[in-house]
């Protein structure tokens, strides 16, 4: 089975421009989640979605970051302008909920570095 | 609202011999699960283990077992044996019950784990 998919790997830009991450969860999961990596704050936990429902955006840091799921196999974080701090790695994760598997699966990450 | 604290930034262990990682959390609930992630330099996060807190019995892996106390709210991870491919990062995290309708993994912020040839 292939696991979660994201893109681009790695993401050079200069501030200003618009960055959008992708994700492809593992089919069949319901649930998806967006994290951040960075040295100074671990994994802070950005948007997550259910059933393609966004259900808590508390972490997402401002109005730059904005993410959306248009179906249950493709989401999308959008950094509009983005910022030299913005630089970090951005994992995506899904996980089959309502049962009592509890499991989260990520991707490889997405690292960003804005110049 | 719950939280995760992995006190030891960064441990080291001999090869073939045990080390025991910390994590304490704080949660008002009495159904969750808890987890330990690894994350090698290859950076993909990897579930090394998981307990759902309504089980007493600890979980075991191979050589990797935890040390549950659910009222001290203690969740230790144990690595016996010790190979230089357990060198990494590893993440303790948090989750409610799948019945509790929040989703959240609650992440510490890691310890990192060198074994020494």
């Known amino acids: 089975d292939a696991g979660v998919i994201q893109s681009p790997r790695h993401e050079v830009t200069e501030m200003g421009q618009e960055v959008t991450l992708r994700c492809k969860p593992i089919s069949g999961h319901n649930s998806l989640f967006w994290y951040r990596q960075t040295m100074m704050r671990g994994l802070e936990l950005l948007i997550y979605?259910?059933?393609?429902?966004?259900?808590?955006d508390s972490g997402m840091p401002e109005d730059r970051f904005s993410a959306k799921m248009p179906n249950a196999s493709f989401s999308t974080l959008k950094i509009q302008p983005s910022e030299p701090r913005d630089s970090a790695v951005y994992f995506c994760?899904?996980?089959?909920?309502?049962?009592?598997?509890?499991?989260?699966?990520f991707g490889e990450g997405s690292r960003l570095t804005v110049l | 609202a719950q939280t995760v604290t992995q006190s030891q930034p960064e441990m080291s262990v001999q090869e073939a011999e045990t080390v025991t990682l910390s994590c304490t959390y704080d949660t008002s609930e009495s159904d969750y699960y808890l987890f330990w992630y690894k994350q090698p330099p290859s950076r993909q996060m990897i579930l090394v283990i998981r307990?759902?807190?309504?089980?007493?019995q600890n979980a075991t892996e191979n050589r990797f077992s935890v040390n549950f106390q659910k009222a001290a709210k203690s969740f230790s991870l144990k690595i016996s044996d010790s190979q230089l491919g357990d060198a990494a990062m590893y993440f303790c995290a948090y989750r409610s019950a799948y019945y509790s309708g929040t989703y959240k993994y609650i992440f510490g912020t890691g310890t990192r784990l060198k074994v020494l040839a």
């Open positions: 994760a899904s996980s089959l909920e309502g049962t009592d598997t509890g499991e989260l699966f």
């Open positions: 979605f259910n059933n393609n429902v966004p259900i808590d």
């Open positions: 307990q759902e807190a309504y089980k007493q």
